[in-house]
């Protein structure tokens, strides 16, 4: 739909991107239950789109390495959503999208080509627009997957028990609740029930789950407490921990309750570890965050295929957290690293190659046929 008219051509236009360019027979993505819809930024009109791995939900964008799925026909589906806008060729989320894998069509060229007829069409992974000759420009970047760690796991200190109150001075690291102690006069299985007065996590009186008879003996409390002194990288919520004697296998970063984010701090773990830790060194942490540092050319954008060492073969950029719009920043991939990555050269690619190919001469900016047939 368009607003009132504003100017009159000479010629008028043959199309609007997404038109069929023929009568020629055309294919479509076939559906299944629940599908094809939507996504959550909606999917563009005359552009082509990705369907996810769920087969029911359509993106303009890249949800992998591979080609589009299919381009987006324009049959009056999308609708006007922003306040006074005359236009618009956003289906909305949630709302049924028909895909078409085959047939003649008209699109708007972009990129830095113009389009000769023959000339190879390429979908831009990060909006689904169409290009000719080459793929559109990436990016080349400097980042590093998770971060390696100097830790402590617990705490050691001195304690004199009376019953179920513990008396504790001289604490180094951090005592938390629900944290297992052990020590000379402490009954095997014996945990940190509450604070009752001191330093929060520090010298103090803690009652226990069970009567201790400790003297001014050494007592070290282990649990889900992570203290962090040095780190390289970016720690996240959600990632996998390794490393560390003492520290649990396969447990992941529940929450950080201090300190430099995603830096030196307290961490709470998803599972508690086996043994006081007093200084450990190499401890890791991994997932599917991407710590962009520096970027030397091009714009890293949502749908991109990523690639370097230690990055997951076939990530795609699934989201921007923080920084630059495109540049230095913190990112979300599609896929989880197995291992910290340290500092590597990024690369993201800016398209992919199609199945269409141009049947109309076309400058950057005007309507472009494009077909599977030629």
Known sequence: MNGFQKQVNLTPAPAVAGDFASSNPRAIVLAGPGGLVAGPAGVTVGKFAWVANDGITVNSFGTGTKAPS???????????????????????????????????????????????IGSAIYADYSTGDVSAVAATVGASA???????????????????????????????????????????????????????????????????????????????????????????????????????????????????????????????????????????????????????????????????????TGVPAGAVIASQVSGTVGGIGVYTLSLSATAYAASTAITAVGGVLTLFKAQSVAAVGELVKISTWG
């Open 70 to 116: 299919g381009f987006v026909h324009r049959e009056q589906q999308a609708l006007i959503q922003n306040y006074l806008a005359e236009s618009s060729m956003n289906i909305p989320v949630g709302f049924p999208v028909v895909l078409h894998k085959e047939g003649d069509f008209w699109a708007t060229l972009v990129g830095a080509n113009a389009a000769a």
């Open 142 to 308: 400097t980042g590093s997957m998770g971060s390696t760690n100097t830790a402590a796991l617990g705490a050691t200190f001195t304690a004199t028990g009376s019953g179920t109150n513990l008396t504790t001075s001289v604490v180094t690291g951090v005592i938390s609740i629900g944290d297992t102690i052990s020590g000379t006069g402490v009954p095997a299985g014996t945990t940190i029930v509450s604070q009752t007065s001191g330093t929060t996590g520090g010298a103090g009186v803690y009652v226990t789950s069970a009567a201790t008879t400790a003297s001014a003996a050494t007592v070290t409390a282990f649990g889900k407490t992570v203290v962090v002194s040095s780190t390289t990288g970016l720690i996240s919520v959600g990632e996998t921990i390794s490393g560390g004697a003492g520290f649990p296998v396969g447990a992941t970063v529940v929450a950080q309750v201090s300190g430099t984010t995603g830096g030196a701090g307290t961490y709470t773990l998803s599972a508690a570890g086996s043994a006081y830790a007093a200084i450990a060194t190499g401890v890791t942490t991994f997932g599917n965050v991407l710590n962009i540092t520096a970027v030397t050319s091009g714009l890293l954008e949502v749908g991109d295929p990523v690639s370097g």
